[in-house]
Structure formats: C-alpha cells, structure tokens
C-alpha cells in the first residue's frame, strides 16, 4: 500500500482560491469514487471536509469543494482565510479493503 | 456530543506488546465501524485498522498485519487495538476514529476523532 501523492506545500493570498492535488492509481483514486479529505490544525485531530469526493459534512464551509479525474483528486478552497491555513491530508478507499492516506499538504495564507 | 477517548498509549521496547483502548459516547456505538489511524511524529495520517459494527469484519493495513488485532465490545462502548512484536516504526499518537455512515466498513470517511495517545517503541 503506497500513499497518495500530494504537494508538500501550496499557498496563497486572503481571498484567492487554491487546489490541492491528490494523485493515486487505478488502485485506489481512479478506481473508486470513495475519497476524502481532512483539515489538520498542529497538535490537533484531523477534521473531515469532504467524502465521496465533493460531499460536505454538515457544518463544513461551502468554500471548501471537491473532485476527480482520472486518478487524480483535488481539493479547492475558494475565498481564502486565515484560519485555513493547516495540513491537507486525503483518503482513498483502495483495493483488498484498505484506505490510503496522502502524505500531506501545508497549507500557508501569505 | 460525540465523544472518542484514547488509553494506553505508553513508552514500550521493540518486540513488546501493548493494549489501547477507545471509550465511545454520544451516538448509537453498535451501529457504527470503527477505525485506529496513527500519525508518526511530524508525519502524515497513516491508516491502521477497521472494524465493523458488529466486530465480524476487520481489515488491517499492510505492515501491522499479522501484529496488531482491531476489536470491539459494544456492551461497553470501547474499541481496542492489540498491538505485538512492536517495532521502533511503530511509533506514533494513534487516533480512534468513528466511521461517517453506519453499518459501512470499507470506508475512508471518518467523522469524530479522539485527541490521540502516544506510543514510544524504543530501546
């Protein structure tokens, strides 16, 4: 089981949009339409953002969204703040009922 | 309030064995799977196990395997992880974490998580 393939860092200015890429195999991202994403603040548990791809747990700002091509998935934060800035993780349901995480993103708000 | 408590994390020798323990409140805990996800110091999420609702299906990761063993007991809430022939790799502040859908196994969506306990494998 491989992780999945995510910049080590993105950043961006207050108010601009990034994305952060999640890239996988046929195994894993491509073959399935079971990804996630989690935000985490230093010292402190992950949080879930988005699952199935582009669904949004109640509660969860609109400006976070989700997708996927190929096997390539990506998150965008549109209408960057401050309090965004953390690490991205995603997750990928794979092959022989396993999940695999990303190694991560930092996210920084410049 | 959803709440997942962690136990047992300890500082432990390579080859040794180790019992943690989540304690669940706040939703119908026999209805969901549970899941242990570590994170090695200053490293990314790494999940470890799954088990189902009922405790009949688990599903572990590659390198833990044949080491570690995921259960439950739903009369008292609590999920465990059995961990042996512990190795210095196997370092980390392990997360339980609760599935977002219930009667849902092979999932990677997980909703509430503990605060974490750590694990020290070292000589």
């Known amino acids: 089981q491989s992780a999945l393939t995510q910049p080590a860092s993105v950043s961006g200015f207050p108010g601009q949009s990034i994305t952060i890429s999640c890239t996988g195999t046929?195994?894993?991202?491509?073959?399935?339409?079971?990804v996630s994403w989690y935000q985490q603040y230093p010292g402190k548990a992950p949080k879930l953002m988005i699952y199935?791809?582009?669904n949004r747990p109640s509660g969860v700002s609109t400006r976070f969204s989700g997708s996927k091509s190929g096997n390539t998935a990506s998150l965008t934060i549109s209408g960057l703040q401050a309090d965004d800035e953390a690490d991205y993780y995603c997750?990928?349901?794979?092959?022989?009922?396993?999940?695999?995480f990303g190694g991560g993103t930092r996210l920084t708000v410049l | 309030e959803v709440q997942l408590l962690e136990s047992g994390g300890t500082f432990v020798q390579p080859g040794g064995y180790l019992r943690l323990t989540c304690t669940a409140s706040?939703?119908?805990?026999?209805?969901?799977?549970m899941a242990w996800v570590r994170q090695a110091p200053g490293k990314g999420l790494e999940w470890v196990a799954s088990?189902?609702?009922?405790?009949?299906?688990?599903q572990y990761t590659e390198s833990v395997r044949g080491r570690f063993t995921i259960s439950r007991d739903n009369s008292k809430s609590t999920v465990s992880l059995q961990m042996g022939g512990l190795r210095d790799e196997d370092t980390a502040v392990y997360y339980c974490?609760?599935?977002?859908?219930?009667?849902?196994?092979?999932?990677?969506?997980?909703?509430?998580w503990g605060r974490g306990t750590l694990v020290t494998v070292s000589s």
């Open positions: 974490a609760k599935v977002l859908q219930p009667r849902r196994i092979s999932t990677p969506y997980f909703d509430y």
């Open positions: 706040g939703f119908t805990f026999s209805s969901y799977a």
């Open positions: 088990v189902s609702y009922n405790g009949a299906d688990t």
């Open positions: 046929s195994s894993d991202v491509g073959g399935y339409n079971s």
């Open positions: 199935d791809v582009n």
């Open positions: 997750c990928s349901f794979a092959s022989s009922n396993t999940q695999a």
